[in-house]
């Protein structure tokens, strides 16, 4: 009883630490590493009764409330999980323990409290009842009646025996006595004898034809493919090495003109592994150019670009037929477009330049800031270190009072160390006379084991002797059956085997001649659509001829109308700014000697000078640098306009 009470006790103690976010993974796993210390029977029993009360928690809680209502009302809810572990053994576990060991359980634990719940859980009419009905809204009803209600109205003799007992036990009257186990009575087996089916005819094998092997070109890529991956890898080259070239320019234009000195062949390296980024060199680059590779085209592409040349066409007759009927000419909006393109052009190169001189204007001001700034940091400078000198005083403080308070901490750990040693000896003195105790309930655990498994190998041996009995009586042979015979069930339609295959046979024939005058559909109607696809290919090959020479002619005009510079105009805006620009930067470079005499100790200050002057430069450079581009922009405007002027034209 002390190794079931044990037991018991582990559930319990679990079943209290669980809270109510914990998921049941977790309390398992959380379960099994505590339980590392006890035998594997006792973990596989603890480990099975926690995982059933986790899994049926609302079936358990919903009797376990009702008891505390009803009959438990003077009983403690610190016994709650106590009768939630006994419900559920009564419940689920009590065929595979068996009574007698049941009864062991129940017995390990306070009697008063057991025949109470018993006495109240496995009253028949509270079990055909309530219970009965509140399981049922969980769970289906059938399933219900049929594993859970039935099993505890089978145990209702031997348990109000039990409960007999522990009320004279509790009144001081007889020992207790002793259960019968209940003997399984064996029942014959309800064996029909099957009835004979008719042997169909084997039908003849159909003669597949040999399929087609798979064509080479499935798992090849196209040689198109192959060209253009060529391409795009000489490509990716050329654009390397231009990438490389721009950088170096670039960074060549970055330094100031007066210290720039004629490239040596060693300077041209040391610049280009200083600016370069990292990017892999082939030492000889050869360009291909891609031949004209005919792209092959699939019957949506064709359709599509025969309709979208369709539809220009029918525009242009319109439009032909509108100005044959005296439609107005759209010459004086175009010259107004023109003027309006042009203006806008202005103002959105006035606006870029208004953009670009602020940010130099800001760039002014931040540095005059910036000066302004070193002067007050310098002045916190100096307040900082006085604090920081205090502050290094009380460090040194607070490490002497810590060293003083770790030397008393190590003595009193060393104190600690001696008393644990005897705490340990003790506590495996008690080791070792609970493993004596789990050894002797082991080896009484194996020994039923042993007489359950001899009583079951015995019944297993008489029924397989039964049944090879049976088998040997003699089993009657099936009849004839005539296959043109019309079986007579007074069915509608109803016809032999033979005139089924004859008409199944016909079915299968007009099946066969429908599908060859399909197939002779459809390839009449494959060679007329790819007929009138071949009149749409035609028809598009003229339409990109012509447009093709449009475009040439309208890219020669471009290229005409690019020749012409366009001219820059001025804003008051773009002014004001300059001059702005101007007075901060004459004002920071009055203001840079003053700085550098308030501060002789900073080692920076003689090199503001060449660094001012760099700034200097680079401004001047990206101003310039803005100027050309603006002028690209204006050009390509005024070109872009001509263009569209022409086109709609």
């Not at 009302?73 to 009590?94: E, H, P, S």
């Not at 043109?484 to 079915?507: C, D, H, K, N, W």
Request: aromatic content about 6%.
């Amino acid at each position: 009883m002390a190794y079931y009470g044990k037991c018991i006790e582990t559930v319990i103690e679990q079943l209290d630490q669980l809270k109510p976010g914990d998921s049941p993974e977790q309390v398992l796993e959380a379960a099994s590493a505590s339980l590392q210390t006890l035998s594997s029977q006792k973990q596989a029993f603890i480990l099975e009764v926690l995982s059933g009360c986790l899994e049926y928690h609302r079936l358990l809680t919903t009797v376990v409330d009702a008891f505390y209502v009803r009959d438990g009302r003077l009983c403690l809810w610190a016994d709650y999980n106590l009768f939630k572990v006994i419900c559920y053994l009564a419940t689920f576990q009590l065929g595979e323990l068996g009574f007698q060991l049941f009864c062991d359980i129940v017995k390990s634990q306070p009697l008063d409290k057991m025949c109470k719940f018993l006495r109240f859980f496995f009253s028949p009419l509270n079990l055909s009842s309530w219970v009965k009905d509140e399981w049922s809204l969980v769970y289906e009803a059938a399933y219900v009646k049929e594993n859970w209600i039935a099993p505890l109205m089978r145990w209702q003799p031997e348990v109000q025996e039990l409960i007999k007992q522990l009320e004279a036990v509790l009144a001081n009257q007889s020992p207790l006595l002793k259960t019968k186990a209940k003997v399984t009575e064996p029942k014959e087996f309800n064996l029909t004898t099957p009835r004979s089916r008719a042997i169909p005819m084997p039908e003849p094998v159909p003669a597949v034809a040999k399929p087609r092997p798979v064509p080479r070109s499935t798992y090849q890529q196209p040689k198109e493919q192959h060209l253009l991956d060529k391409t795009k890898r000489h490509n990716r080259r050329r654009a390397e090495e231009l990438l490389l070239r721009a950088n170096v320019e670039e960074m060549q234009c970055a330094v100031p003109r007066s210290r720039r000195e004629p490239p040596t062949q060693g300077s041209k390296k040391n610049l280009q592994l200083r600016f370069m980024p990292r990017i892999l060199k082939t030492p000889k680059l050869t360009f291909y150019r891609p031949n004209n590779i005919p792209v092959k085209l699939n019957t949506a592409a064709i359709l599509r670009e025969g309709a979208l040349y369709q539809r220009q066409v029918e525009r242009e007759l319109q439009r032909v037929d509108r100005l044959v009927d005296g439609a107005g000419d759209f010459s004086e909006f175009l010259e107004w477009q023109k003027k309006m393109q042009a203006r806008d052009r202005e103002e959105q190169l006035a606006a870029g330049e208004c953009r670009r001189l602020l940010g130099k204007l800001s760039h002014e001001e931040a540095a005059l800031a910036r000066q302004h700034l070193v002067r007050g940091n310098k002045q916190k400078a100096d307040q900082k270190k006085e604090e920081m000198t205090e502050l290094m005083q009380q460090c040194a403080e607070r490490r002497l009072q810590e060293e003083r308070s770790m030397r008393e901490l190590v003595e009193q750990v060393t104190e600690a160390q001696k008393n644990v040693k005897v705490a340990q000896t003790r506590l495996l003195k008690g080791r070792q006379q609970i493993v004596q105790e789990v050894i002797e309930e082991s080896r009484e655990l194996l020994q039923r084991s042993a007489e359950a498994a001899k009583e079951e190998q015995r019944r297993r041996c008489e029924l397989i002797s039964q049944l090879r009995a049976l088998e040997t009586q003699p089993m009657r042979k099936g009849k004839l059956v005539d296959l043109t015979q019309i079986p007579g069930y007074g069915l509608e339609g109803e016809m032999s085997v033979v005139e089924l295959r004859e008409r199944l046979a016909l079915l299968k024939d007009a099946q066969r001649r429908a599908e060859e005058d399909k197939r002779d559909q459809i390839i009449q109607d494959k060679r007329s659509k790819s007929q009138e696809l071949q009149n749409v290919v035609e028809q598009i090959s003229l339409c990109r001829a012509a447009m093709g020479r449009s475009a040439a002619l309208r890219w020669e005009e471009k290229k005409a109308g690019a020749a012409a510079p366009g001219l820059r105009s001025q804003d008051e805006r773009v002014l004001a700014l300059q001059r702005r620009i101007e007075e901060t930067a004459a004002e920071r470079r009055r203001q840079a000697p003053l700085l550098q005499v308030s501060a002789p100790r900073t080692p920076r200050a003689p090199r503001a000078q060449p660094r001012a002057q760099l700034e200097a430069q680079h401004w001047l450079e990206l101003e310039q640098s803005r100027e050309r581009s603006l002028h690209a922009r204006h050009r390509r405007g005024s070109a872009c306009g001509r263009a569209r002027d022409l086109e709609a034209a």
